[in-house]
C-alpha cells in the first residue's frame, strides 16, 4: 500500500481518522496490520503530534484500531473471541464519552430490589426435581396478564434462552427461517448456531410489511421471529391493522400455514404502545416471549415463554434435561416487583422517562432536517451516507452507536449495499443504532454531532 498520508486529504484529526476508516473499509488496511507511529505521522503531514493523536484516539473509540502504548498503534482483529459473531461486530471498545451502542436500560431507571430481596425465602431449596419449573403465584400472574388467551406458560431466563431453547426444540439443520431487517444480531447467530438459514423480511413504522412476508413465504420457511414492539433497533411497534394483515398473508397459503411464529416482547414493560400478538388470529401456532431485562434489570435474567401445549411442553420437557428451570428465588423476586405498587410505579417511571427521550430526541433531530418516526423504547435507526465514516464522526465526538450491518440477515446485507451504493455511500449497510434511552441531558448537542454523523463521507 501507498504511504498512508497519500490517502489523507487535510491535515486535520478527522480526516486523519476518516482516511484510516476508508482504507480499513476497502481491505486496504487489514486486521493487526501496524499504522505509523504518531511522531512519524505528525512529521510527514506536518502537522503536531496532538492532531494525529485525536485521529487514534477518535478511531480507537470507533473501534476500529488499537493502541498499546509503546508496541504501537494497529487495526484492529476480532475482538474477544468468546462473543458471537454479530456481537463482536457491535462491541465497541475503549473509553467514550457517551457509549449509546449498547441496548441497555438505563439503570438509575431500574426499580429498586430492596423491598422485594426482603421477601425472598432464606433457603435456596426444593422440594423435587420432577416439581412443576414455576411457582404457581407467579404463573398465574403472568397468564392472568398474557396479551391472548394461552394453553400453557413457563418461565425462563429471559427472552434470548427462551429463543434458544425453542430453536433447539423446533428447528432442524437446514430449516430456513424468516426474520425481520433489520433485527436483532443476536437472533440471527443464534439461527447460524442451529445451521438455520434467516430469510430478511422489511418492516416500517407499523412493523413486517405483508407484501414482503408474503415473498418470504414462497421459500417455504419453518418459522417467522419477529418482535411485536419497540422493535429492535429500529423501535417500531406493530399496529392490530398491521397484524390482522399479517395473519391473512399466513393463512393465504399451505406454506404460510405451516408457519410457526415466535413473538419476542423483550420490552414489555417499558414499551409505551399496547401489545399486539398474532395469536389473536393464529392462536395454535405462536408462541410469544415475554422478557423483564429491560424493565426490571438485565441481571435478573427472566422472562416468560407462552403458547399452545404442544410446542411450549415439547420446550418445558428438554430444558429438565439441562438447566432444569428458572430460579425460584428470582421468580418470587419478580412476582414482588410486579405487585408491589412501589416497583410498579418506578417501572411506570421509567416508561414515561424513555418515552420522553425519544420524543426529545427526535424533535431535537428534526431541527437538523431528520425527521424519522417516533421509536417505542430505548433504541432509534438512524440513516447514514457512510457507516465507517458515522463511526468516526462519532467518535471523535466521544460518543459510540452501534454500526447497522451485524442488523442486517446476509441477504439483507446484499440489497442493503445495492441501496447504500447507488446514494453513494457504504456499501456494507446505511444504517447505525443509537440508544437513546439512556440519554438524561444534552439532547440538542447530541442531535447534532448525529446529524453531522449522518452526512459524514
Same mark, same amino acid.
Given at each position: 500500500?501507498s ?7 487535510e491535515p486535520?484529526?478527522r ?6 476508516a ?6 486496504e488496511?487489514?486486521?493487526g ?5 504518531? &511522531? *512519524? ?6 502537522? =503536531?503530534?496532538?492532531?494525529v493523536s485525536? /485521529?487514534?484516539? !477518535? @478511531?480507537? %473509540?470507533?473501534g476500529?484500531?488499537v ?15 468468546w ?16 457509549d ?23 433457603r435456596?431449596q ?7 419449573p ?8 403472568? &397468564? *392472568? ?6 394453553? =400453557?406458560?413457563?418461565?425462563t431466563?429471559? /427472552?434470548l434462552? !427462551? @429463543?434458544? %431453547?425453542?430453536f433447539?426444540?423446533?428447528?432442524t439443520f ?9 433485527g436483532?444480531?443476536?437472533i440471527?447467530d ?6 438455520a438459514?434467516a430469510?430478511?423480511?422489511s418492516?416500517?413504522?407499523d412493523?413486517?410489511?405483508p407484501?414482503?412476508l ?9 418459522a ?12 417500531a ?28 416482547d423483550h ?6 404502545r399496547p401489545?399486539v400478538?398474532?395469536?389473536s388470529?393464529l ?25 399452545p401445549?404442544s ?22 423476586i419478580?412476582?414482588e ?20 427521550r ?8 428534526a431541527?437538523h432536517?431528520?425527521d424519522?418516526?417516533?421509536?417505542d ?10 457507516e465507517?465514516a458515522?463511526?468516526v464522526?462519532?467518535a471523535a465526538?466521544?460518543?459510540r452507536?452501534?454500526?447497522g450491518?451485524p442488523?442486517?440477515p446476509?441477504?439483507?446485507r446484499?440489497?442493503?449495499?445495492r441501496v ?7 456499501p ?21 454531532a448525529?446529524?453531522?454523523a449522518?452526512?459524514?463521507?
Open positions: 500500500m504511504s498512508l498520508a497519500d490517502h489523507i486529504e486535520t484529526s480526516a486523519i481518522a476518516a482516511a484510516v476508508r482504507l480499513v473499509t476497502s481491505g488496511l487489514a486486521p496490520d501496524r499504522l505509523p507511529t504518531v &511522531r *512519524d505521522l505528525a512529521t510527514e503531514l506536518g502537522v =503536531s503530534p496532538a492532531t485525536n /485521529a487514534w484516539q !477518535a @478511531l480507537s %473509540r470507533a476500529l484500531v493502541s498499546r502504548g509503546r508496541s504501537g498503534t494497529t487495526v484492529r482483529g476480532a475482538p474477544r473471541d462473543l458471537p459473531q454479530r456481537y463482536q461486530d457491535i462491541d465497541g471498545s475503549g473509553e467514550t464519552r457517551l449509546l451502542s449498547r441496548g441497555t436500560p438505563d439503570p438509575e431507571l431500574l426499580p429498586s430490589l430492596q423491598a422485594a430481596l426482603t421477601r425472598v425465602p432464606d435456596a426444593t422440594s423435587s426435581y420432577q416439581a412443576k414455576d411457582i404457581p403465584e407467579l404463573h398465574d400472574l403472568l &397468564r *392472568d396478564r398474557w396479551p391472548s388467551r394461552v394453553e =400453557s406458560l413457563t418461565v431466563n429471559g /427472552a434462552d !427462551a @429463543l434458544d %431453547r425453542v433447539g426444540t423446533l428447528l437446514g430449516d430456513r427461517v424468516l426474520v425481520e431487517s433489520p436483532f444480531p443476536p440471527l443464534l439461527l447460524e448456531h442451529y445451521g438459514s430469510i430478511g423480511v418492516l416500517d413504522a412493523g413486517l410489511l407484501d414482503s408474503a415473498s418470504g413465504l414462497s421459500r417455504h420457511p419453518k417467522l421471529v419477529m418482535q411485536p414492539r419497540a422493535q429492535n433497533p429500529t423501535g411497534s406493530m399496529t392490530t391493522a398491521r397484524a390482522e394483515a399479517l395473519a391473512r398473508v399466513l393463512n393465504r397459503t399451505s406454506a404460510g400455514e405451516r408457519v410457526i411464529v415466535i413473538e419476542d420490552s414489555g414493560e417499558i414499551s409505551t401489545v400478538t398474532l395469536a388470529w392462536p395454535d401456532r405462536v408462541l410469544h416471549i415475554r422478557s423483564f431485562a429491560k424493565s426490571h434489570g438485565p441481571d435478573l435474567r427472566i422472562g416468560a415463554l407462552g403458547g401445549r410446542l411450549v411442553d415439547r420446550v418445558v420437557s428438554r430444558r429438565l434435561l439441562g438447566a432444569g428451570w428458572t430460579s425460584r428465588m428470582t421468580q418470587r419478580l412476582l416487583l410486579l405487585t408491589d405498587p412501589v416497583p410498579v410505579e418506578q417501572v411506570a417511571a421509567a416508561r414515561s422517562a424513555y418515552a420522553e425519544q420524543r426529545t430526541m427526535s424533535s431535537a433531530l431541527r432536517g431528520i424519522l418516526p417516533l421509536a423504547g430505548l433504541n432509534f435507526w438512524l440513516p447514514v451516507h457512510d465507517r458515522a463511526l464522526s462519532l465526538e466521544g460518543i452507536v452501534a454500526p450491518g442488523f442486517l446476509a441477504d439483507s446484499t440489497t442493503e449495499a447504500a451504493e447507488a446514494r453513494g455511500g457504504d456494507r449497510g446505511a444504517h447505525v443504532r443509537v440508544t437513546v434511552g439512556i440519554v438524561r441531558e444534552d439532547h440538542a448537542s447530541i442531535a447534532a448525529l446529524a453531522a449522518s452526512t459524514a463521507g
